[in-house]
């Protein structure tokens, strides 16, 4: 259905202002939020720091074949019904575990939200980023993850404000209910999958332009997952992606013991995730301009060699320096795998590759974040944890820069 009032700007910004919206509130002020009740569910429920952090992991271990699924559902039935209802399956959980007693129902319900991230998080928003634009692709996807910088940056300002007035019980359940009311509308009334439902083309270009567009090679997913590239980009990411998480899960818990306070803490990272919003500009800048895969590969190292600033986290320079520093990097996380993918492989099966690749990615994603938590309670210090982290992130970025995009895209033509 056209809509007038709209298509004065290209149809495609306002799909790009849906998928901010998905990705400020589905991904930022879920995954970002979450650490702030770690110390409450420790100190109310007596959840260990390991099983604080094992609930989502076990979700995406137990639903890791629909995420292999997720991107062939997304190109059959279209990323907007997908989102719709992934919608309702990340705020529900979160009402629901304000009324959790046990780590069973924890668990539970962490299975429930992620099925609810999978549905409603970086897949099918890049997917539709990725149909609506062309030459404007980096930069459109930039503006898409501004939405999980800044919900990333509210998130634990946000987490703290509720638990603090309400008890972590109701925030959990005003944070589910209000997910729902906002994006729900977004859903059924904004979000477009592809710009031909509209009789649009890509970046609204003319029709000739976008056709010699879509004429550029492709890669079916079965040559594609037989490609060095595809392993280099999983294993690449899935390595950067798993150092981020375990930073952003246990960094609250590891201020607190470090001797802030978890005010303190929340403003800290806060500071990091809003230093994430100038790299994701700076990203979706350079993207259009430069290598992406050299890009990514040049944001994943500064980021890993970063880290070891947390050595000195007792420091308060010390720790906000790192806070800017892997804050700014990490504006390259999610955003830079799409174009890459694109790079590399064409649009033919994208949803599919990026489904397999986000799988590998989320895994990781939560797995350092528990790995950490066994490490704690094993040596009570992060120290070789943040060492793990350091030397994975370095190997990672190594990996994308070894990316070759005219590799594949040669054996396509």
Known sequence: MNKPELTRIFYGWWVVLATFLNLFFAVGIVFYGLPVYYPSLVDSLHFTRGQVTQGLFLGYVILSPVFALMGALVDRVGARRVILYGIFLVGLPLVLMGWMTSLSQYYGLCILEVLGYILTGPVPNQVLVTNWFRAKRGRAMGYSYLGLGLGGVVAPVLAAHLIKGFGWRHAFAITGILIIVVLFPVAQWLTRSTPEEMGLVPDGAPAATAAASSTLPSVRLGAAVRTANFWLLLVGSTCIIGAIGTVIQQFVLFLRDTGYTTAQAS???????????????????????????????????????????????????????????????????????????????????????????????????????????????????????????????????????????????????
């Open 267 to 413: 403003q800290v990272s806060s500071g990091l995730l809003f230093a994430g919003l100038a790299g994701r500009i700076a990203v979706g800048y350079f993207a259009d301009r430069f290598s992406k895969k050299n890009l990514m590969a040049l944001f994943y190292l500064i980021l890993a060699a970063s880290i070891p600033l947390l050595f000195l986290a007792g420091r308060p320079v010390a720790l906000w320096s790192f806070a800017v520093i892997f804050g700014f990097a990490m504006g390259a996380d999610y955003m830079l795998i799409p174009l890459v993918t694109a790079d590399c492989f064409g649009l033919q099966a994208l949803g599919k590759l990026l489904g397999l690749i986000i799988m590998a990615d989320s895994l990781g994603q939560w797995f350092g974040p528990m790995l950490a938590g066994k490490i704690f309670e094993a040596t009570h210090s992060y120290n070789l944890a943040w060492t793990i982290i350091t030397a994975a992130g370095i190997l990672g970025a190594a990996l994308i820069y070894a990316v070759s995009p005219a590799r594949s895209l040669k054996r396509a033509s």
